[in-house]
């Protein structure tokens, strides 16, 4: 009796939940993916790369590359974190990284290759790098989103704060081969162009090689570019495939230093994903506000990129994978929306321009699991919490791990997987992932 009326509370949820999600696609949908995960062909699932650095304080203090440092409460825990620039709430500033961008010329063991050198007039003509109009201001992209981002303090005592990216040196073109069993050229489904696809294992071993032969101090950065490449997590295969990007942090000879690759796709390949120069807005807007790759903040989870699963890192792209937009004057760049900081740290009032939580304010609200779970929680001063999941792709221990961190304020926490009957009507393909909580009292009720 109970079980049935907690299933029609599911759907009713659900559908309340579905509209929400198709709300975004009209937000967002200026380019062709909104939604990249679902028009990638059935086979590979679009991402970006995580990597995970844990330097020491002497080694993130002692970086040439110009960073502040701050930290934020939440859940009783301080949680520290870097950005790259100066720190908002001191006032106005200008930093500016200078930029040096490395077209790579990719040669597959059957004779085809795939030149980024064509594609760094597009990069640098577009609003990375010039400015172009934003609701924070006239300028660069990165710049526009840290100030957004800090809008409270931007907006009062540091109007002229800004961080940006110098314009761009453009190295000589480096040409790498790739082993046979690490690199493979296929037939992208969603576009029928051809593709190439290599092992991110044996990727960045050859930038990390670069950063050091192409001399690469730390105070700047670089930026790896290719065209019509992903990178597979392991053989090179569409279905370990793709990655459109990635930032990381590595100590080499010249100190901890920062970089970037990034794929720019033609139109239409891999559904949108990775397109332009999507990808490298993705990763520049990471680097900006995680270029140590150590900021860790409160467990998060996207309903828009499940394949994140329960994440626990300051990656402002991440949540909002294949959710892009343009701006006037720039109708061919595409450029992701990121959450702000006040998502990550759980601010329940965004300190955001517009009190927005994300650039498009795509997140109405702190829509993360632990936090949904808990406001409605507290104000029903209820003890039970249950966690609803539609994915069969997503990892049940995840989810567990979130559940654990919930069964801290609450009495009870038990992950529930919805059945059979329920899966079709929710599996609008857009959501994936829900959550919802009850009291025993609520039960009783129905
Ligand atoms: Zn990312």
Redesign the pocket.
């Known amino acids: 009796m109970i079980h049935a009326k907690f299933l029609a509370r599911l759907c009713a949820v659900l559908s309340i939940m579905i509209v929400g999600a198709l709300a975004f696609g009209i937000v967002a949908v200026i380019g062709s993916s909104a939604h990249a995960s679902q028009i990638s062909g059935g086979k590979s699932t679009p991402r970006?790369a995580?990597f995970h650095g844990n330097f020491s304080d002497v080694a993130l203090a002692t970086s040439n590359l110009k960073h502040w440092s701050s930290s934020f409460t939440s859940e009783g825990k301080t949680w520290k974190y870097s950005m790259v620039g100066t720190n908002p709430t001191n006032g106005s500033a200008t930093t500016t990284i200078p930029v040096t961008i490395v077209p790579l010329l990719l040669t597959f063991s059957n004779g085809k290759s795939f030149d980024g050198t064509p594609q760094v007039s597009s990069t640098t003509s577009s609003p990375l790098f010039q400015n172009a109009q934003f609701i924070s201001g006239k300028t660069q992209y990165g710049d526009a989103i840290q100030r957004a981002e800090f809008w409270n303090s931007v907006s009062t005592k540091s109007p002229n704060y800004h961080v940006l990216v110098g314009s761009p040196t453009i190295a000589k073109t480096v040409t790498l081969s790739i082993p046979s069993v690490d690199g493979a050229t296929v037939v992208d489904p969603s576009s029928g162009k051809t593709i190439g696809i290599i092992n991110i294992n044996w990727f960045d071993p050859q930038i990390q090689k670069l950063l050091t032969s192409l001399n690469f101090t730390p105070k700047m950065l670089p930026i790896f570019l290719s065209h019509d490449i992903y990178l597979s997590q392991g053989a090179p295969t569409l279905s370990n495939c793709c990655i459109g990007?990635?930032?990381n942090a590595v100590t080499d000879t010249a100190g901890l230093q920062t970089y970037i690759w990034t794929t720019e796709a033609d139109a239409g390949v891999q559904g949108g994903f990775g397109e332009d120069v999507s990808a490298l807005s993705?990763?520049m807007l990471?680097w900006f506000n995680d270029p140590f790759t150590n900021n860790v903040v409160p467990n998060w989870i996207s309903p828009i990129a499940p394949q994140y699963g329960c994440n626990k890192f300051l990656?402002v792209?991440?949540p909002l994978?294949g959710v892009v937009f343009t701006v006037n004057g720039f109708s061919s760049d595409h450029l992701q929306d990121v959450a702000f900081f006040s998502w990550f740290a759980r601010k329940s009032a965004s300190i955001s321009i517009h009190g927005l939580y994300t650039y498009l304010g795509t997140f109405k609200g702190l829509y993360n699991f632990i936090e949904h779970a808990h406001s409605p929680l507290e104000r029903a001063n209820a003890d039970t919490f249950i966690v609803a999941v539609n994915s069969p792709s997503f990892a049940r221990s995840s989810i567990e791990a979130g559940c654990e961190a919930i069964h801290l304020r609450t009495q009870f926490c038990d992950v529930f997987c919805i059945g059979s009957t329920c899966q079709q009507e929710w599996d609008s393909g857009c959501l994936r992932v829900m959550f919802f909580e009850y009291s025993f009292d609520s039960i009783e009720e129905w």
């Open positions: 970006y995580q990007g990635y930032h993705h990763e990471e990656e792209g991440d994978v």
